[in-house]
C-alpha cells in the first residue's frame, strides 16, 4: 500500500463546476496535510494545508479531513479552466521533523 | 518575502559527466531545506534535506549528495551522472517550526543523455 493514494485521473469537469480531489494516507500519526498545485513543467505552489477534522475554506477551495478514515479532500467550486493542472496531496510524517509524503497526483481538466 | 531561487534552470548533460545543482532562499534565516526530484508522471521524491549549515540528512541511497555551506546555500551534486538521474529537481524551504509548510523554488529539469 503506497503511503499516500491519490486516483491519477485526468478529471474532467465542466466549467462552473465542483471539482473533488480525493487523497488517502496509511500513517495514523500523520498531523499535517498539504495540497498543492502543479502546472505542467512548472514547480508545486501550495494551495492550502488542514491539521484538523472537518472543512476549511479558502476562497474557491475547501479542504476537508477525516483522520479517522485516513481521508483528505480538496474541492474546487466554480471550476475555471485556469484550475486545469495536477494536484498534489501532501502528507506529514510522524515523528520528528517535518517530512512530507507526496501522492502522484490527481490530473484535472476544467473544460468550457 | 522570502524567495527561493535555483539554477540553472535546464540542463543537459551526458552520463558520467559531474552535476551541481544550486538553491538559495531570501528573506528567512536558518530555514529547513529540501532537494527533491520528480520523475516523469512520478510524484516528488524527497532526496535531502538539512535542518542547518553542513547538516545533511539523505532519503534515499543513490549516487547524489547534498551540501549546506551557507545558511541559504542548499547544493545537490553528482560526481558521474546516470540515465535514470534525469528529472524534475525541486528545491524547498520551510520555517521548521509549526504546520512547517514548505515552499518550493521553480526547479531544474535535468535530462542526462
Known amino acids: 500500500q503506497k503511503e499516500v493514494e491519490q486516483n491519477s485521473g485526468p478529471l474532467s469537469v465542466p466549467e462552473g463546476a465542483i471539482a473533488s480531489l480525493n487523497c488517502t494516507y496509511s500513517d495514523r500519526g500523520s498531523q499535517s496535510f498539504f495540497w498543492y498545485r502543479q502546472y505542467s513543467g512548472k514547480s508545486p505552489e501550495l494551495i492550502m494545508f488542514?491539521?484538523?477534522?472537518g472543512d476549511k475554506e479558502d476562497g474557491r477551495f475547501t479542504a476537508q479531513l477525516n483522520k479517522a478514515s485516513q481521508y483528505v479532500s480538496l474541492l474546487i467550486r466554480d471550476s475555471q479552466p485556469s484550475d486545469s493542472a495536477t494536484y498534489l496531496c501532501?502528507?506529514?510524517?510522524?515523528?520528528?521533523?517535518?517530512?512530507?509524503?507526496f501522492g502522484a497526483g490527481t490530473r484535472l481538466a476544467v473544460h468550457p | 518575502s522570502q524567495t527561493i531561487h535555483q539554477w540553472p534552470a535546464t540542463l543537459v548533460q551526458p552520463v558520467g559527466s559531474p552535476l551541481s545543482l544550486e538553491c538559495t532562499v531570501e528573506g528567512t534565516s536558518n530555514p529547513n531545506l529540501y532537494w527533491y526530484r520528480q520523475a516523469a508522471g512520478r510524484g516528488l521524491q524527497l532526496l535531502f534535506y538539512?535542518?542547518?549549515?553542513?547538516?545533511i540528512s539523505s532519503e534515499v541511497p543513490q549516487n547524489l549528495s547534498a551540501s549546506r555551506p551557507q545558511d541559504r546555500q542548499f547544493i545537490l551534486s553528482s560526481k558521474k551522472l546516470l540515465l535514470s538521474d534525469s528529472g524534475f529537481y525541486l528545491c524547498a524551504w520551510s520555517l521548521g517550526q509549526g504546520v512547517d509548510t514548505q515552499y518550493f523554488g521553480p526547479g531544474t529539469r535535468l535530462t542526462v543523455l
Open positions: 501532501a502528507v506529514n510524517r510522524a515523528g520528528g521533523y517535518n517530512k512530507l509524503i
Open positions: 488542514i491539521y484538523s477534522n
Open positions: 538539512s535542518v542547518g549549515i553542513g547538516q
